[in-house]
């Protein structure tokens, strides 16, 4: 458990869980909106939800998070279109990740986290479906956690917000820099973009979050999950060698299973090694 700032002791009552849930199905509703719409460069405000096919706007009780799609079993209610299976994952997924976030931290980390982790998601599947990373995620990512980290340094362990700064601002350096770096030599050795600037700059908005340590950790994890995914997808057919796989999706899921406590997991693995003399002390 993680307090910080802010204290709340009532803040494991189950009615706190069971409201964050239904908030964080309703937030992946309308970012279901935003995969849909950034990528067209149309607002996300306007027009309300409506169906691709008939063009009919959607009643209220038809755009209820959840049970919306489940009622017409994933079908839109004129019939004519199918909603893709990911709409309702999304919510879900949302959901479920605001009920770990307020299991593990306290009000002021909550929001931070819940903030940060719902841009990756919905960059993730942008990425999944365009590979691209908008500048509004990226960029501004670096720039909200810039701001994040100087009013509220305990982000980062520190006390002072220029000290919160700081480690902001070493965490997006180092982050973009290491993954550049990999970047260049990528496409010296495979003769093409091995990766694209928009992860370097996804990783840099990661490190002023989370701090350059998490950035090294990210890397390793973000890269391995992809060998094992790419390698898993070429021996099923839907991918040839040499085809590309987004990597914001990657370096999203391991940023989650950092902040989630990846570290801590990982420092106690490796103890265990140790103390069974499998590596050195």
Known sequence: MHYGPFYIPEWHHPIWGL?????????????????????????????????????????PYQNLPLIGWWLYRGWCACGLTRIDTRYFLVELVTGGMFVGLW????????????????????????????????????????????????????????????????????????????????????????????????????????????????????IGLSSMIGSVIGIFLMLKGPIGYGNRLPFGPFLSLAAAVWIFGGADWTAHYLDSLSALGLLPN
């Open 19 to 59: 409201s964050i849930f239904l908030v964080g199905c309703c937030l992946g509703s309308f970012f279901n909106v935003c995969i849909y719409r950034i990528p067209l460069d149309t607002s996300i405000v306007l027009p309300r939800s409506r169906c691709s096919s008939c063009g009919i706007g959607l009643k």
């Open 103 to 218: 299991f593990h931290y306290q009000p002021l980390l909550f929001i931070i986290y819940a903030t940060f982790l719902s841009g990756l998601l919905v960059v993730s599947v942008i990425d999944m479906d365009h590979f691209i990373i908008p500048d509004r995620f990226s960029v501004g990512g670096i720039l909200v956690g810039f701001a994040a980290s100087t009013l509220f340094p305990y982000l980062h362990h520190e006390e002072s917000a220029w000290m919160g700064f700081r480690a902001s601002f070493l965490g997006a350096t180092i982050g973009g820099l290491i993954l550049y770096s990999i970047s260049l030599i990528g496409r010296k050795i495979f003769k093409k973009d091995a990766m694209g600037l928009g992860d370097v700059k996804l990783l840099a908005a990661v490190g002023a979050f989370l701090g350059w340590e998490s950035t090294i950790y990210i």
